[in-house]
């Protein structure tokens, strides 16, 4: 059922999840804080997202989160404040999220994931993380996540069309 990830552009969890949507071919976009800046320097151009008129990566978060039919939350070990900021912002616009937990197995989250996306009906994604989570390791973890995702709905779904 999903046609189109969103997500703000920053490194790991989020740019992982826009790499998967672009590889196996799915919609892609979202909102990025105002200068397309990150905590690694610049959102490359490649990502084509939206600027918020503030520099407060709060903004942009909680337009991904109205933006979407409902958020997955990336998290390595243990949950932190920003889940706090995704419960908010997700009770404020009635929207579902689901925490992913890293550190499980790639498998079995996908097939978690799968059930939340298809009960929730699920077209457009927004994927996040908190900052503490932006490294390589995590990055790779999310796109394997997400890649096993997509190409299920790729196979599955291939006869029916999405218009944004």
Not at 40 to 46: Q, T
Not at 58 to 79: C, H, P, S, W
Not at 95 to 100: C, F, I
Not at 127 to 147: P, W
């Amino acid at each position: 059922m999903v046609r189109k990830i969103i997500s703000g552009g920053q490194p790991g969890c989020e740019r992982a999840a826009l790499d998967a949507a672009m590889k196996n071919g799915f919609k892609t976009g979202g909102w990025c804080v105002r200068g397309k800046r990150c905590v690694d320097g610049a959102i490359p151009p490649r990502y084509e997202l939206k600027e918020t008129a503030s520099t407060e990566p709060a903004q942009k978060t909680e337009l991904n989160i109205r933006d979407a039919n409902g958020t997955l939350v990336f998290y390595e070990g243990k949950q932190n404040g920003f889940t706090h900021i995704i419960n908010e912002y997700s009770v404020k616009h009635k929207k579902p999220y689901l925490l992913v937990n890293l550190q499980n197995d790639a498998v079995e989250e996908k097939e978690i994931i799968k059930v939340w996306t298809d009960a929730n009906k699920i077209i457009t994604l927004n994927v996040t993380g908190s900052e503490e989570n932006y490294n390589e390791e995590n990055y790779k973890r999310t796109l394997t996540i997400l890649n096993k995702l997509l190409v299920d709905y790729k196979i599955n779904d291939a006869e029916e069309e999405y218009n944004d």
